[in-house]
């Protein structure tokens, strides 16, 4: 059957040769139809529809306000953003600002009638990737981003480090069955603005920050807290039920902290919240809100 086949198509090929000049032509034909295609594709393309899409995609995930100064389209039809900004929901309102942010749009997703990314920036001297669609799923890996932002309402206080390595992925705000994992690794944390605090230095170095968790529906448990290397260490874990906003999310938190003998002022000011353990330890309880949790 195969020699039959061959048979036919080899006298069919002797009847009706394609020349070898129009084999040239049809290469180049199709050559120029398809940059005709993609030129056109980049001239006539409704970015400026798309990018009030693409903010609202990632102010739902990041559940942060985001403004994105220019959207351009850039070859092979994919997105580039510049000027965007991130304010993010802490007590003072902080603005992140993002170097450079390629988009890559997931056209199946488009054609279904949907909207899904995957992306990279640049921002904080760092890296962050991941995926994002407009259901809530989240996927983020965070690199050697260094960051800084405001604990109190009065922005006295900051909170800073690097962000050495980061993951998460799940959804928010999540249903039933949806799960969640965050890991965290955060090298040279330091609390600045602790004069306020009655401390004698303005900057209070907190060493590395380790946290790893796990959720599913609402229910997050925070497995591992643990901060070393600072003028405050310990452990701790818990568990955050999730809401919406997630400032209104409720926190239970135990910790077992120990301060530093070199920083006596941080020992004295836990012992006006809290009396120390027979081994110096104070046991903290965080409960609340968590934008305004208790401390017990």
């Given amino acids: 059957m195969k020699n039959r086949i061959a048979k036919i198509f080899s006298e069919f090929a002797c009847k009706w040769p394609f020349p070898t000049e129009g084999k040239k032509y049809f290469f180049l034909l199709t050559f120029l139809l398809l940059v005709a295609f993609f030129f056109s594709v980049l001239c006539f ?101 260094r960051f800084s932002f405001p604990v109190n309402e009065k922005g006295s206080l900051m909170m800073g480090g690097i962000a050495r390595e980061g993951r998460f992925s799940g959804k928010y705000p999540p249903e039933k069955n949806d799960e969640m994992v965050l890991a965290l690794d955060i090298e040279k944390l330091e609390l600045s603005g602790t004069k306020v605090l009655g401390l004698g230095q303005d900057v209070l170095p907190l060493g590395q920050l380790r946290l790893q968790g796990k959720g599913q529906g609402r229910s997050f448990r925070v497995e591992q807290l643990n901060l070393s290397g600072g003028a405050i260490e310990g452990d701790g874990e818990g568990v955050v039920v999730l809401r919406t906003p997630v400032d209104r999310s409720t926190l239970r938190l135990n910790a077992v902290l120990r301060t530093d003998p070199g920083v006596p002022e941080v020992g004295d000011l836990f012992s006006l919240i809290k009396k120390p353990a027979p081994d110096g330890s104070y046991q903290i309880r965080l409960k609340g809100a968590l934008g305004r949790p208790l401390l017990r």
């Fill in 45 to 145: 393309f409704p970015v400026n529809s798309l990018k009030g899409r693409v903010e609202r995609d990632l102010a739902r995930n990041l559940k942060a306000d985001i403004a994105i100064g220019n959207l351009a389209m850039v070859f092979p039809l994919n997105f580039e953003a510049k000027d965007v900004r991130a304010t993010l929901p802490t007590p003072t309102p902080y603005i992140l600002k993002i170097d450079s942010l390629l988009l890559k749009p997931v056209w199946n997703a488009f054609l279904r009638g949907t909207s899904a990314y995957t992306f990279s920036a640049r921002l904080n001297q760092g890296t962050a990737e991941g995926e994002a669609d407009e259901e809530g799923h989240f996927i983020l890996n965070l690199q050697n981003m």
